[in-house]
């Protein structure tokens, strides 16, 4: 009897022991797997954020292809964000409140002058500033697991066209001071020039 007892005794310990053993590795396969989860789960808002990101900074250099100084005169290191109108894209302060999937996303972007050496590279401070460049930073953050994350793009844009006209009116006269913006008959001063007499015709006096 006592011998029957002992062996169940031994098998009762190695059932515990079966136990503990399957309940650890349990325990580990379960954590890797949330692991594994929160893991994909980063990944993919991340990439999502560097989508936005890179869809506004793309939008940005559209715009300053299309007219260089709706992007060159904003306020620099202001944020903004962008604002589709009838036919086209509009800069406004602040903002901008993206929802993908469920997941709320926040995004904008800063614009800043770029200064130059002498010899033309691009310095972080300081420099020679170049009219013809812009840095563009994008940032958008989001809340993952109870923490605040973000994604960065940044880079430059660059006037790469100008846009003339002939004028041949300057009825308008002197006293108006730029940039001008489309046709106009005025312009800042005159000295000894004629452009009244004949319209579309200069004449410069005591000549």
Do not use: C
């Amino acid at each position: 009897m006592s011998k029957l007892i002992s062996i169940r005794g031994q098998s009762l310990v190695e059932i515990l022991i079966a136990v503990g053993i399957s309940a650890t590795i349990i325990g580990g396969v379960v954590s890797t797997y949330v692991v594994s989860l929160n893991s994909n789960a980063n990944a993919r808002f991340s990439a999502i954020g560097t989508e936005l990101a890179q869809e506004t900074f793309d939008n940005v250099k559209a715009i300053s292809e299309a007219e260089w100084k709706t992007v060159y005169d904003v306020t620099k290191g202001t944020a903004f964000h962008l604002s589709l109108g009838e036919d086209s894209f509009n800069l406004v302060s602040g903002e901008e409140a993206v929802t993908i999937d469920g997941v709320p996303y926040t995004r904008f972007f800063i614009i800043d002058n770029v200064g130059r050496t002498g010899g033309g590279d691009i310095v972080s401070v300081g420099g020679i500033d170049d009219p013809s460049t812009q840095r563009v930073t994008v940032t958008v953050s989001w809340l993952s697991a109870g923490s605040q994350r973000q994604t960065k793009i940044s880079g430059y844009i660059s006037r790469t066209r100008n846009i003339s006209l002939r004028l041949s009116n300057w009825d308008g006269g002197p006293g108006s001071t730029g940039p001008f913006i489309g046709q106009t008959t005025t312009f800042f001063s005159d000295n000894n020039v004629d452009y009244e007499t004949l319209p579309g015709v200069i004449k410069l006096l005591n000549f």
